[in-house]
Protein backbone atom coordinates (compact mmCIF):
# COMPACT_ATOMS: atom_id res chain seq x y z
CA UNK A 1 0.00 0.00 0.00
CA UNK A 2 1.55 3.06 -1.08
CA UNK A 3 2.12 5.77 1.80
CA UNK A 4 0.10 9.11 1.60
CA UNK A 5 1.64 12.29 2.88
CA UNK A 6 -2.42 13.09 3.72
CA UNK A 7 -2.39 10.31 5.97
CA UNK A 8 0.09 11.64 8.26
CA UNK A 9 0.26 13.73 11.24
CA UNK A 10 0.23 17.28 11.29
CA UNK A 11 3.26 17.53 12.48
CA UNK A 12 4.98 15.54 10.37
CA UNK A 13 3.05 16.82 7.39
CA UNK A 14 4.78 20.72 8.76
CA UNK A 15 8.36 18.60 9.29
CA UNK A 16 8.17 17.56 5.58
CA UNK A 17 6.88 20.78 4.30
CA UNK A 18 10.18 22.38 6.10
CA UNK A 19 12.62 19.94 5.23
CA UNK A 20 11.45 20.17 1.14
CA UNK A 21 12.07 24.34 1.62
CA UNK A 22 15.68 23.51 3.10
CA UNK A 23 16.77 21.24 0.81
CA UNK A 24 15.25 23.24 -2.30
CA UNK A 25 17.00 25.83 -1.01
CA UNK A 26 20.40 24.12 -0.31
CA UNK A 27 20.43 22.52 -4.37
CA UNK A 28 21.70 26.27 -5.10
CA UNK A 29 24.94 25.68 -3.20
CA UNK A 30 25.91 23.24 -5.78
CA UNK A 31 26.28 24.81 -8.88
CA UNK A 32 27.15 28.24 -7.05
CA UNK A 33 30.21 26.30 -5.77
CA UNK A 34 31.02 24.45 -9.11
CA UNK A 35 30.18 21.16 -7.72
CA UNK A 36 28.08 20.30 -10.50
CA UNK A 37 26.73 20.21 -13.92
CA UNK A 38 23.74 20.19 -15.53
CA UNK A 39 21.67 17.85 -13.84
CA UNK A 40 24.09 15.28 -11.81
CA UNK A 41 23.96 15.32 -8.08
CA UNK A 42 21.48 15.33 -5.70
CA UNK A 43 20.74 16.76 -1.76
CA UNK A 44 19.04 14.54 0.60
CA UNK A 45 17.61 15.64 4.42
CA UNK A 46 15.98 12.58 6.51
CA UNK A 47 12.33 14.26 8.05
CA UNK A 48 12.53 15.19 11.99
CA UNK A 49 10.29 12.61 14.12
CA UNK A 50 9.53 10.49 11.18
CA UNK A 51 10.89 7.44 8.85
CA UNK A 52 11.04 10.07 5.47
CA UNK A 53 13.48 11.84 3.80
CA UNK A 54 13.38 14.41 0.69
CA UNK A 55 15.28 14.20 -2.11
CA UNK A 56 15.62 15.84 -5.42
CA UNK A 57 13.85 14.64 -8.50
CA UNK A 58 15.82 12.67 -11.26
CA UNK A 59 17.17 14.71 -14.10
CA UNK A 60 15.57 17.86 -13.22
CA UNK A 61 17.72 21.46 -14.02
CA UNK A 62 19.19 23.02 -10.74
CA UNK A 63 17.38 26.18 -12.37
CA UNK A 64 13.62 24.67 -11.94
CA UNK A 65 14.26 22.82 -8.66
CA UNK A 66 11.78 24.47 -6.03
CA UNK A 67 9.90 22.91 -2.66
CA UNK A 68 7.14 21.80 -4.31
CA UNK A 69 9.09 19.51 -6.55
CA UNK A 70 11.34 17.93 -3.46
CA UNK A 71 10.12 14.26 -3.41
CA UNK A 72 9.59 12.39 -0.51
CA UNK A 73 10.50 8.76 -0.05
CA UNK A 74 10.06 6.24 2.76
CA UNK A 75 13.67 4.56 4.28
CA UNK A 76 13.04 2.05 1.66
CA UNK A 77 13.39 4.96 -1.04
CA UNK A 78 10.08 4.67 -1.92
CA UNK A 79 8.43 7.51 -3.24
CA UNK A 80 5.27 8.32 -0.95
CA UNK A 81 2.00 10.18 -2.10
CA UNK A 82 2.14 13.59 -1.57
CA UNK A 83 -1.83 14.64 -3.33
CA UNK A 84 -0.42 16.71 -5.63
CA UNK A 85 -0.48 16.55 -9.80
CA UNK A 86 3.50 16.88 -10.07
CA UNK A 87 4.62 12.79 -10.63
CA UNK A 88 8.45 13.33 -10.40
CA UNK A 89 10.52 10.59 -9.84
CA UNK A 90 13.33 10.38 -7.10
CA UNK A 91 16.96 10.89 -7.80
CA UNK A 92 18.69 7.60 -9.04
CA UNK A 93 20.77 7.80 -6.15
CA UNK A 94 17.68 7.40 -4.17
CA UNK A 95 18.49 4.14 -3.21
CA UNK A 96 21.99 4.67 -1.71
CA UNK A 97 20.60 7.59 -0.12
CA UNK A 98 17.91 5.35 1.75
CA UNK A 99 20.60 2.74 2.89
CA UNK A 100 22.81 5.36 4.69
CA UNK A 101 19.64 7.10 6.59
CA UNK A 102 18.60 3.09 7.80
CA UNK A 103 22.21 2.23 8.35
CA UNK A 104 23.52 5.50 10.04
CA UNK A 105 20.28 6.82 12.13
CA UNK A 106 23.08 9.60 13.54
CA UNK A 107 23.07 11.02 9.92
CA UNK A 108 20.55 13.17 8.63
CA UNK A 109 21.46 14.87 5.45
CA UNK A 110 23.21 13.38 2.71
CA UNK A 111 25.06 14.88 -0.37
CA UNK A 112 26.09 13.69 -3.71
CA UNK A 113 28.28 15.64 -6.39
CA UNK A 114 30.53 15.76 -9.71
CA UNK A 115 32.82 18.12 -8.25
CA UNK A 116 35.89 17.71 -10.72
CA UNK A 117 38.77 17.79 -8.32
CA UNK A 118 37.12 15.31 -5.77
CA UNK A 119 35.90 13.13 -9.30
CA UNK A 120 39.40 13.20 -10.30
CA UNK A 121 40.97 11.34 -7.48
CA UNK A 122 37.78 8.87 -7.08
CA UNK A 123 39.01 8.28 -10.71
CA UNK A 124 42.42 7.08 -9.27
CA UNK A 125 40.83 5.33 -6.52
CA UNK A 126 43.38 7.33 -3.82
CA UNK A 127 42.69 8.55 -0.60
CA UNK A 128 42.85 12.62 -0.23
CA UNK A 129 45.79 13.08 2.24
CA UNK A 130 45.57 14.80 5.73
CA UNK A 131 48.14 17.43 4.87
CA UNK A 132 46.27 20.85 5.63
CA UNK A 133 44.82 22.20 8.96
CA UNK A 134 41.59 22.62 7.26
CA UNK A 135 41.71 18.93 6.09
CA UNK A 136 42.14 17.80 10.16
CA UNK A 137 38.94 20.17 11.27
CA UNK A 138 36.79 18.92 8.86
CA UNK A 139 37.72 15.72 7.88
CA UNK A 140 39.61 14.34 10.91
CA UNK A 141 42.60 12.50 8.43
CA UNK A 142 42.13 11.43 4.83
CA UNK A 143 39.32 11.30 2.93
CA UNK A 144 38.78 7.61 2.29
CA UNK A 145 38.16 6.24 -0.99
CA UNK A 146 34.99 3.51 -1.56
CA UNK A 147 34.59 0.88 -3.63
CA UNK A 148 33.34 0.97 -6.64
CA UNK A 149 29.67 0.32 -7.33
CA UNK A 150 26.92 0.81 -9.60
CA UNK A 151 24.21 2.61 -9.63
CA UNK A 152 20.41 2.03 -9.14
CA UNK A 153 20.49 -0.14 -6.18
CA UNK A 154 21.95 0.37 -2.93
CA UNK A 155 25.38 -0.76 -3.90
CA UNK A 156 27.08 2.66 -3.27
CA UNK A 157 24.99 3.13 -0.02
CA UNK A 158 26.81 -0.02 1.23
CA UNK A 159 30.00 0.92 -0.14
CA UNK A 160 29.54 4.66 2.06
CA UNK A 161 28.21 3.04 5.13
CA UNK A 162 31.20 0.50 5.11
CA UNK A 163 33.69 3.66 4.45
CA UNK A 164 32.44 6.09 6.53
CA UNK A 165 31.17 3.97 9.96
CA UNK A 166 33.49 4.48 12.48
CA UNK A 167 35.23 7.32 10.72
CA UNK A 168 35.97 10.94 11.00
CA UNK A 169 35.31 11.71 7.91
CA UNK A 170 31.78 12.86 6.46
CA UNK A 171 33.31 12.58 2.88
CA UNK A 172 33.83 9.54 0.66
CA UNK A 173 35.53 9.06 -2.38
CA UNK A 174 33.49 6.40 -4.49
CA UNK A 175 35.76 4.87 -6.84
CA UNK A 176 35.22 6.08 -10.65
CA UNK A 177 32.07 7.96 -9.80
CA UNK A 178 32.80 11.02 -7.17
CA UNK A 179 32.28 12.05 -3.53
CA UNK A 180 29.56 11.20 -0.99
CA UNK A 181 29.12 13.62 2.30
CA UNK A 182 27.19 12.81 5.29
CA UNK A 183 25.81 15.64 7.86
CA UNK A 184 23.54 15.82 11.01
CA UNK A 185 21.26 17.74 8.73
CA UNK A 186 21.55 18.19 4.86
CA UNK A 187 23.18 21.90 5.38
CA UNK A 188 26.43 20.02 6.95
CA UNK A 189 26.55 17.40 4.34
CA UNK A 190 26.61 20.57 1.92
CA UNK A 191 29.81 22.40 3.77
CA UNK A 192 31.70 18.93 3.77
CA UNK A 193 31.03 18.28 0.31
CA UNK A 194 32.13 21.87 -0.37
CA UNK A 195 35.25 21.60 1.43
CA UNK A 196 36.05 18.07 0.38
CA UNK A 197 36.49 19.86 -3.36
CA UNK A 198 38.17 22.52 -1.88
CA UNK A 199 41.03 20.06 -0.05
CA UNK A 200 40.82 17.87 -3.28
CA UNK A 201 41.82 21.14 -5.47
CA UNK A 202 44.70 22.51 -3.04
CA UNK A 203 46.12 19.12 -2.32
CA UNK A 204 46.21 18.44 -6.06
CA UNK A 205 48.16 21.76 -6.44
CA UNK A 206 50.23 20.90 -4.23
CA UNK A 207 51.56 17.84 -5.72
CA UNK A 208 52.38 19.59 -8.65
CA UNK A 209 54.97 21.44 -6.66
CA UNK A 210 56.90 18.52 -4.75
CA UNK A 211 54.96 16.21 -2.52
CA UNK A 212 53.31 17.35 0.20
CA UNK A 213 54.55 17.57 3.94
CA UNK A 214 52.01 15.10 6.12
CA UNK A 215 50.52 16.33 9.75
CA UNK A 216 51.47 13.84 12.35
CA UNK A 217 48.45 11.47 13.72
CA UNK A 218 48.40 13.35 17.39
CA UNK A 219 48.24 16.83 15.72
CA UNK A 220 45.34 15.43 13.15
CA UNK A 221 43.72 14.49 16.35
CA UNK A 222 44.28 17.53 18.61
CA UNK A 223 43.30 20.03 15.15
CA UNK A 224 40.12 17.89 14.93
CA UNK A 225 38.83 17.89 18.62
CA UNK A 226 39.30 21.56 18.46
CA UNK A 227 37.47 22.37 15.43
CA UNK A 228 34.73 19.74 16.38
CA UNK A 229 34.31 21.29 20.13
CA UNK A 230 35.29 24.63 20.37
CA UNK A 231 35.90 26.57 17.25
CA UNK A 232 32.72 28.87 16.21
CA UNK A 233 29.69 30.04 18.77
CA UNK A 234 29.04 27.95 21.20
CA UNK A 235 25.58 27.83 23.82
CA UNK A 236 26.87 29.45 27.18
CA UNK A 237 25.28 29.01 30.74
CA UNK A 238 23.63 32.04 31.82
CA UNK A 239 25.69 34.21 33.94
CA UNK A 240 24.68 35.90 37.59
Known amino acids: MTLRLSELAPQIRAAVADARE ?8 LPRNGLVVWTAGNV ?8 LFVIKPSGVSYDELDAASMVVCDLDGTKIDDGTSVRLQPSSDTAAHAYVYRHMPEVGGVVHTHS ?3 CAWAARAEPVPCVLTAMADEFGGDIPVGPFALIGDDSIGRGIVETL ?16 TIGKDAKAAVKAAVMCEDVARTVHL ?6 PVPIASD ?14 QRDQEPQG
Do not use: C
Request: proline share 5%; glycine share 10%; net charge negative.
Open 165 to 180: RGSNSPAVLMQNHGPF
Open 116 to 118: PYA
Open 22 to 29: RVAALHAE
Open 44 to 51: SERVAGAE
Open 219 to 232: DIAALYDRYQNVYG
Open 206 to 211: ARQLGD
